[in-house]
């Protein structure tokens, strides 16, 4: 069975510096691989995903994320974060499952905030 | 276009007292989700229509959860009775199917059973 771990549970970031969100999954094949961001009584809203080829993934909101097989990993960075990105984040995994949209797996999410 | 519509957006009752949480997908989105959140949690997957088949409710416990959808739009998700551990955010997602399609979420009620 696929799993996703994130190792990070908190992280803090000053407003303006580098994010790196960690995601690490367990999966017997190339994965369908995802990330999500949920603010405060919100859902989850799609930051971007990886499917094939390109492995560096470009999404909403100015985050992109790359897949890298050999640790099988899919990071999420932003280049300067702005306050607004306070938001919990997950990483999910899909499977090719070849008969229709299955499931996700989730990880337990990385809680960001953002310092002044 | 309107987003996937969850309601109530929060409940609160008595264990032991049934409770029902509807979903209205995304138009012309085949497929739905029903996921569970626990404080902290990632969401975990309850159960998967195609259409108005429930193609994946491995994870839905069924002696107390139960699930229908409908004419394949609509769908409810219902306790009876319930319990202090089933006090979480309760997700519906839905997607156009098909590998890899993205899933969108609605804002989910939040259960608290006291």
């Known amino acids: 069975a696929q799993s996703v771990t994130q190792p990070d549970i908190h992280i803090t970031v000053s407003e303006g510096a580098s994010l790196e969100l960690r995601c690490n999954y367990s999966?017997?094949?190339?994965?369908?691989l995802f990330w999500y961001v949920q603010s405060p009584g919100q859902g989850l809203q799609l930051l971007l995903k990886?499917?094939?080829?390109?492995?560096l993934v470009q999404g909403i909101k100015g985050f992109e994320a790359e897949f890298k097989r050999s640790q099988s990993s899919f990071n999420l960075r932003k280049p300067s974060v702005h306050w607004s990105d306070a938001a919990e984040y997950f990483c999910?995994?899909?499977?090719?499952?070849?008969?229709?949209?299955?499931?996700?797996?989730f990880g337990k999410g990385t809680h960001l905030i953002i310092q002044p | 276009e309107a987003g996937v519509v969850q309601s109530p957006r929060y409940k609160i009752i008595e264990k032991k007292q049934p409770v029902a949480f509807w979903c209205n997908p995304i138009s012309g989105h085949n497929t739905l989700y029903w996921y569970l959140q626990n404080l902290g949690q990632g969401p975990e997957l309850l159960i998967r229509?195609?259409?108005?088949?429930?193609?994946?409710d491995s994870q839905l416990p069924k002696d107390r959860f139960s699930a229908e959808r409908l004419k394949g739009v609509d769908s409810t998700l219902k306790i009876q009775p319930a319990e202090l551990g089933d006090s979480a955010v309760y997700l519906c997602?839905?997607?156009?199917?098909?590998?890899?399609?993205?899933?969108?979420f609605g804002p989910g009620t939040r259960l608290l059973v006291l």
């Open positions: 999966y017997g094949a190339t994965p369908y």
């Open positions: 229509y195609e259409n108005e088949e429930a193609v994946d």
């Open positions: 997602a839905s997607s156009l199917g098909g590998d890899g399609e993205t899933q969108y």
């Open positions: 999910a995994v899909g499977p090719h499952s070849g008969g229709g949209a299955d499931g996700l797996t």
């Open positions: 990886y499917f094939s080829g390109d492995t």
